[in-house]
């Protein structure tokens, strides 16, 4: 299997320059990408296939007024219109939303480097027309490196590149365990473990009440500096923008973490299969009262994590369809409560169990585990 190895890069100050400009270079080439591809739809035209685009993306760099897009690698052209392509045909496909243009403010800042082209050095590695970046650890030398991503967070620039792997057997017992992933908690386990909401914890409580408080700042020295219809940038207004954009990161990171530490916790009990439910996540944000609280969640994450660590230790992973009343039906004689509510926390049945409603779930999710076989 391929796994991605992310490592933080060091660049100089005139590399930094070059590595903006060709983050720019991307995000102008996948921008003019879906714009052409648009305006092609609306005039009745087929699809354009990126080979087709990336001819004309050559013929525009000989153009005195986009001469600045030969300042970069060639490589970060071709692949945002490739990406942008890309896109496209996972709309059509219905497997994702229409795509959106990339916005230099809310956009992550990234561009492609040819993998053929990324030479590895000890703690060096070599971006095509930027040169040799110190790196922060040692990228493993000798391997066929796949779609390597150089990235910016907010504050670090990363080298994120794919490394094949082979696939460790491990001896792993005969437990099967259920998840249940939730709101009031991260996930429940059949086994009996609970890993915590960690927004409720007084850490992340801190960090937003502080970012809270610098958008608000942010907002009222916008609203003072208004020019019209024009909104002002001053110096103490960037500065500020700067320490709320090292808050998300900062927040973004704990709660990944969090979410590492409690997939690590899962797999390390080795069982021989984990068992999960397909989440509608897409369908539960537009719930208005719970959407907030389940974007903080980051659920999507969770299951994307437990996917591929099941796969790196040889653990089998399903997931049951969507509508699987695991919550609704009793872990121990199998009868369904249909009218059980959200704000019912305790699943008491005719049977005379009283259980935890997410503890209840994550039992019915490891039975259907063992039946499916």
């Not at 480097?113 to 590695?125: A, E, G, M, P, S």
Request: glycine share 6%; hydrophobic share 30%; aromatic share 8%.
């Amino acid at each position: 299997m391929i796994l991605a190895r992310k490592i933080r890069i060091k660049p100089t100050e005139e590399q930094e320059k070059q590595l903006w400009k060709s983050v720019g270079v991307a995000r102008w080439v996948y921008n003019w990408t879906l714009d052409r591809q648009r305006e092609n739809y609306d005039k009745g035209g087929k699809f354009l296939s990126d080979s087709i685009l990336r001819k004309e993306i050559t013929q525009i760099k000989q153009q005195e007024d986009f001469k600045w897009l030969g300042d970069v690698s060639n490589n970060v052209a071709k692949q945002a219109v490739k990406d942008a392509c890309d896109s496209y045909k996972r709309f059509f496909k219905g497997l994702s939303g229409f795509p959106k243009f990339k916005s230099k403010k809310k956009s992550k800042p990234s561009f492609y480097n040819d993998n053929l082209k990324l030479k590895v050095k000890k703690n060096l590695v070599l971006i095509e027309k930027v040169g040799w970046i110190k790196t922060s650890e040692q990228i493993p030398m000798g391997k066929k490196y796949s779609d390597p991503r150089v990235s910016h967070d907010g504050k670090y620039w990363y080298l994120s590149v794919g490394i094949e792997r082979e696939v460790i057997e491990q001896e792993l017992t005969e437990e099967v365990i259920g998840i249940d992933l939730g709101v009031k908690d991260l996930a429940v386990c059949s086994n009996g473990k609970v890993f915590k909401n960690i927004n409720k914890t007084k850490e992340i409580k801190k960090i937003e009440k502080r970012l809270r408080r610098l958008q608000r700042s942010v907002s009222r020295k916008y609203e003072m500096n208004k020019e019209g219809n024009r909104f002002v940038k001053t110096c103490n207004i960037i500065k500020i923008e700067k320490s709320i954009q090292r808050l998300h990161r900062r927040l973004n990171n704990i709660r990944n973490n969090h979410i590492h530490q409690a997939t690590n916790t899962i797999v390390k009990t080795k069982p021989s299969k984990v068992v999960m439910e397909d989440l509608n996540i897409s369908g539960m944000m537009k719930n208005r009262h719970l959407a907030k609280s389940i974007a903080k969640q980051k659920l999507y994450e969770f299951i994307r994590q437990m996917k591929y660590k099941c796969e790196k230790n040889g653990i089998k992973f399903i997931q049951v369809q969507r509508f699987f009343p695991s919550s609704k039906t009793c872990s121990d004689c199998g009868q369904i409560k249909s009218h059980l509510k959200l704000s019912d926390r305790l699943y008491k049945c005719d049977c005379g169990l009283e259980i935890d409603r997410d503890l209840n779930a994550s039992l019915n999710l490891a039975n259907y585990g063992k039946l499916a076989g």
